[in-house]
């Protein structure tokens, strides 16, 4: 993306109808660290890199309890998401105090949303650089929601936002019908999968991710780092097991030399090979 005169305020909009700001916002979501989500029934799971900028310091966090039964994972601008979520966390008290219930999950998405939306009507705002995804449960069930720059939010299966999201986006819309009955630990090892094609090859480790687990009659909680990283060895054990255990290839006897034995030396040599799966 490149400055032009259409991106100095929020509420200009170019010739071909887009708001640059907007689009802005949505890139600095892209070029977060990544966040990824996935329900079932029962459970909602967030995961989330969240790598220190040096060695010296220690890493942002990504993920935020909302409520016992909502939470949240950001990719974007930390400092805009640890706002968003205290807005969350107002709007559930007050909703709490009020009529002695949990704020249902579907309606504080939408006063978020709406929220987000302002900020792209206003000259005098700027969009919330920050993307959300929401973890909830309510008396529907398990819900899971992105909520966009732009005051767009989307209910998921899974889904997952970020740098490099689209890795452990193609995972899990492989594996997404599965997650519908699946228990809160396999949720968990499905994400630690997911989570761990946003490295490119790095090694995956607790020290650098964060997992999250919410269900029924299971407050919103963070998991320790002890037991990230016994999910993290158990599936790395599963994947060294069949290569172990694979049987050396029986030898085979040499071909006949073409022309020798079946008197069919005229025929092509690969006549009876199938061709070769693309």
């Known amino acids: 993306m490149f400055r032009n005169q259409y991106d100095t305020d929020v509420t200009t909009w170019s010739p071909a109808g887009r708001l640059f700001q907007v689009e802005y916002a949505m890139e600095a979501v892209k070029q977060g660290s990544a966040a990824i989500g996935l329900r079932s029934k029962t459970h909602v799971v967030l995961a989330c890199v969240n790598k220190a900028n040096s060695e010296l310091s220690s890493h942002q966090k990504k993920i935020f ?4 039964h909502i939470g949240v994972a950001i990719a ?22 009020t009529y002695e219930s949990p704020l249902p999950v579907g ?16 000259s005098w705002k700027r969009p919330y650089g920050v993307g959300l995804l929401v973890a909830g449960l309510d008396e529907s069930g398990a819900h899971l929601y ?29 594996k997404f019908e599965t997650f519908t009955g699946a ?44 037991t990230i990283q016994s999910f993290i060895d158990a599936f790395e054990i599963v994947e060294e097991e069949p290569v172990a255990e694979q049987d050396p290839a ?3 006897a040499p071909a006949p030399l073409a022309g ?9 040599a690969d006549a009876d090979v199938a061709p070769m799966d693309i």
Request: net charge negative; charged share 25%; proline share 2%.
């Open 250 to 252: 029986p030898e085979e």
């Open 146 to 174: 992105y909520n966009c720059p732009s005051g767009n939010y989307f209910e998921y299966q899974a889904f997952a936002i970020g740098s490099r999201s689209q890795a452990a986006k193609t995972y899990l819309e492989r």
């Open 260 to 268: 020798q034995g079946d008197g069919q030396g005229d025929a092509p």
């Open 183 to 226: 228990s809160s630990d396999d949720l968990i090892k499905d994400s630690l999968f997911a989570l761990r094609e946003t490295l490119q090859g790095e090694k995956l480790s607790s020290s650098i991710c964060t997992v999250a687990v919410l269900g029924v009659g299971e407050a919103f909680k963070t998991l320790d780092q002890t």
């Open 107 to 122: 309606r504080l998405v939408v006063q978020l949303a709406d929220k987000a939306q302002v900020c792209t009507q206003r």
């Open 65 to 68: 309890k909302v409520d016992d």
């Open 76 to 97: 974007g601008l930390t400092a805009d998401g640890r706002v968003l979520s205290r807005y969350m966390r107002s709007e559930c008290t007050n909703y709490k105090f």
